[in-house]
């Protein structure tokens, strides 16, 4: 295959239809809307740490593969390797979390690959990609390749990551798994007594509340929900993060996901009489779904597990979705039918130094036999 590389500054430079034929078959936050949303609205921008160097491969004039990448200049928000650049460059000086980053931006969820028309090609089109990405990297002087929440399926991949010199990170993930559910009583046969009773005890004080779910496309709400879920999404940011901390989105950003995404987009609403009390949004895609963003006018028990748990998992199972990853964090999910899955991460090291102290820090990681691999216990 005679490939042509080229390394592009925003995603707007690439054809939409070139690159959403390659995301068939990916999650739905690696589609051209999605990025460009992020992009466009400055969101990702270099003034917050993010420069977009999306590496894009050609085959007789042809998109054949992407590789949607950042450029990282700051150590912060970057949820997979649990602050390991941050500890070491701390601890040694050297600029680790300069470089490279592959992952969906600012979204903790196992849903990260490349982009690449037949599943047959998966094995070439990732060593030449990873072979031109190396490039980059040692000829820009990065410190370091990272892969966060790897979702690729495809069967050899972690192993030629190790050999191209990764060190594999793992971390654990909740998801739910629609089991042949045929009802949501169905789904709560499968707890314990105990458990299934205090998920109907709270379902039931939702509705004594006399308080109303529902889950809507995104093509069917009203235009101003896209201000009213940035306006409840920052309720809820400065509930934990406090009035400091900038929120990673924007207003803007709300507005090109109803411009542009609402395809995609679901919303579970939750209204108490004439008034609209709390909203959560959904991405939806093929047999997945993905809970991304909550908040509420109201602090009312057991509501956020109404509106971002149950009535989604009630939607999932009357839509014979497979998967819903209900977003990072929380040991409550655990109790409300979740099960804890393995994620994996990945870390390149470039410059000799760099590599070898990094390496020699690295001391719970054990070396492969006959190459310089490294995996993590």
Request: aromatic residues 16%; glycine residues 8%; positive net charge.
């Amino acid at each position: 295959m005679a490939v042509r590389f080229e390394m592009v500054s925003g995603i707007e430079r690439v054809d939409p239809a070139a690159w959403n034929r390659l995301s068939r078959q990916a999650a739905p936050m690696l589609e051209w809307e999605y990025l460009y949303s992020l992009e466009r609205s400055g969101v990702l921008s270099p003034e917050r740490g993010f420069v977009p160097r999306h590496i894009l491969a050609y085959n007789d004039g042809r998109l054949v593969a992407t590789a949607p990448l950042y450029e990282r200049t700051r150590p912060w928000v970057e949820f997979g390797d649990g602050g390991l650049l941050r500890f070491l460059g701390e601890l040694t000086g050297f600029p680790y979390y300069v470089g490279l980053m592959a992952t969906v931006p600012l979204t903790p969820v196992p849903a990260y690959q490349f982009l690449y028309g037949s599943p047959h090609d998966a094995a070439q089109i990732y060593t030449m990609m990873a072979e031109y990405v190396d490039f980059v990297c040692e000829t820009r002087g990065f410190a370091t390749w990272r892969i966060y929440f790897f979702a690729d399926p495809s069967p050899g991949l972690h192993e030629m990551l190790l050999r191209k010199g990764f060190v594999g990170l793992r971390s654990e993930y909740c998801l739910w798994q629609n089991k042949g559910y045929q009802s949501f009583d169905d789904f709560l046969a499968t707890f314990r007594a105990p458990r299934r009773h205090k998920i109907r005890r709270e379902i039931r004080d939702i509705e004594a509340e006399g308080i109303r779910l529902a889950m809507v496309p995104g093509e069917d709400v009203p235009e101003d929900y896209y201000d009213i879920m940035f306006d409840l999404y920052s309720l809820t940011w400065r509930k934990y993060m406090g009035h400091h901390v900038r929120p990673f989105l924007n207003r803007r950003f709300f507005h090109l996901l109803g411009r542009l995404y609402r395809h995609r987009l679901l919303f579970s609403v939750a209204h108490q009489g004439r008034e609209l009390l709390a909203m959560a949004v959904f991405y939806h895609k093929g047999k997945q779904l993905y809970g991304r963003y909550w908040g509420s006018y109201d602090q009312i028990p057991f509501l956020h597990f109404a509106v971002c748990y149950y009535e989604p998992i009630r939607f999932a199972i009357s839509h014979g979705i497979e998967t819903f990853d209900p977003g990072f964090g929380g040991e409550h999910k655990t109790y409300r039918g979740f099960e804890s899955t393995t994620v994996q991460h990945y870390i390149k090291f470039y410059g000799e130094e760099q590599v070898q102290t990094a390496y020699s820090i690295l001391g719970r990681y054990e070396r492969a036999p006959k190459n310089h691999d490294r995996l993590a216990r």
